[in-house]
């Protein structure tokens, strides 16, 4: 996959002379490179040109360390993060896991299950012991009605679950306050097993008077208090990723996907801050301690640990579950062991995105120690993944327990113990 100095390369095929990058970098040239093309300069003696650089002080554009404090541009025109794919010569043993090793709830997915998919899904899950999955996009009304009797009706009334969802916009209004609360009362009623909140929420979503509504507005309280008095958790996914709120340069480490999906980024001066909406949203988990919450993709503090151990200590009614943020745990296995296995009764599975072959990455990185192997997406993580080797009590728990403790409204029985 890609090193951290790719980042620095990234469009260096063209540089300016030593002289010029020297005085921008704050360095000095060593030797007597006149100039730089597209393989970098040579100095005295045919030597390659270098920038000398202060401690803590980085390289130039195009440049990386060759010697301490020294900098140097590559003979050869450097490939682009897109192309730049070396072949690891690490020979390692592996030990693939095409089906979980105890059956699995994915509480967190968007898959309609319908009349053309349903037999497809069910082999599919079958082999990778999927055993429940659980559609966040069940809607209200006619809809999710219709979608819950299918289910019913069908052979499979065990293997599909669905959350309610709620449209915001307009909020803060007795009609609006009606209207909702109606609405997801009457979806719990038809079937749905709990509540999913979409980032729209503090991003985008729009009060009764037009601002942004804000993920502790008192005027939403009424909704959390009917998830509590059902006895129903609460999935909500606030924000995305700290960086995607983060200058799009050669220090972010999600420059290629958001150079790959634009829309994913968000300006500050069109979007609330990273922590503005952390903020609101632990003031209103802090301010519900009735509702159960499950925080959408570990908080977006799977790179933060500590952060994230934080909230399990001082938020007793939160949880986290792991969809789509495998990277960050494959990449610091030993802390997150150590996390998985503390917090053991608050962390939940979810995937997200389905797609059968994407599951066993988490297989691997969550029951082997199997070392310096490839996540499946290049555009989310450039670095190797790392086996955590769980043990089988924390397995079931992660896999299942505890997304049957707090969610009564999923398959009960059957399970091992």
């Known amino acids: 996959m890609r090193g951290l100095n790719t980042y620095v ?11 010029v990058i020297a005085q921008q970098g704050g360095g000095q040239a060593q030797g007597q490179g006149q100039g730089q093309g597209q393989g970098g300069g040579r100095g005295r003696g045919n030597q390659p040109a270098r920038v000398t650089i202060q401690p803590g002080q980085e390289c ?14 590559p003979e050869k025109p450097a490939p682009s993060i897109v192309d730049y794919r070396p072949k690891s010569t690490v020979v390692a043993a592996a030990h693939l896991v095409p089906k979980a090793k105890f059956p699995v709830i994915d509480i967190h997915n968007h898959t309609q299950i319908s009349a053309e998919n349903i037999e497809q899904m069910i082999r599919e899950m079958d082999e990778l012991n999927l055993r429940v999955m659980n559609n966040l996009s069940g809607g209200s009304g006619e809809q999710l009605k219709q979608s819950v009797d299918f289910i019913r009706n069908s052979p499979y009334k065990d293997r599909f679950r669905l959350f309610a969802n709620v449209r915001w916009t307009g909020a803060g209004t007795p009609e609006w306050r009606d209207r909702e ?10 079937g749905a097993s709990g509540l999913k909140v979409f980032k729209d929420l503090g991003l985008t979503a729009k009060a009764a008077d037009g601002s942004r509504l804000k993920i502790d507005d008192p005027a939403l309280d009424p909704i959390w208090q009917v998830c509590a008095e059902a006895n129903v958790p609460v999935l909500i996914h606030t924000a995305d990723p700290e960086q995607f709120f983060a200058p799009i340069d050669m220090h972010n480490e999600r420059w290629l996907e958001l150079g790959i999906f634009p829309n994913r980024a968000y300006p500050q001066d069109r979007f609330p801050s990273f922590e503005t909406m952390m903020t609101e949203r632990d003031n209103m988990f802090r301010r519900n301690p009735k509702t159960r919450y499950i925080a959408a993709h570990f908080g977006w503090h799977g790179n933060d640990l500590g952060r994230a151990a934080k909230m399990m ?42 797609e059968k072959t994407e599951y066993p990455y988490y297989w691997r990185v969550f029951e082997t120690n199997d ?39 999923l398959p009960q029985t059957g399970w091992p113990q």
């Open 9 to 19: 390369a990234v469009g260096a095929l063209a540089l300016a002379s030593v002289s």
């Open 60 to 73: 130039p554009p195009g440049m990386t360390q060759a010697r301490y404090l020294n900098c140097q541009a």
């Open 181 to 190: 609360v109606a609405a997801l009362k009457q979806a719990l009623k038809d």
């Open 313 to 354: 200590d001082t938020m007793p009614n939160v949880y986290f579950e792991v969809g789509a943020v495998l990277y960050e745990f494959g990449r610091q296995p030993r802390a997150a062991r150590e996390f998985f296995i503390k917090y053991q009764d608050r962390v939940l599975f979810g995937k997200d995105a389905y």
């Open 371 to 409: 070392e310096y192997f490839d996540y499946y997406r290049d555009y989310h993580a450039f670095w190797k993944l790392y086996g955590m080797s769980l043990p089988d009590a924390v397995l079931k728990k992660l896999y299942y327990k505890n997304a049957l403790k707090i969610t009564a409204g």
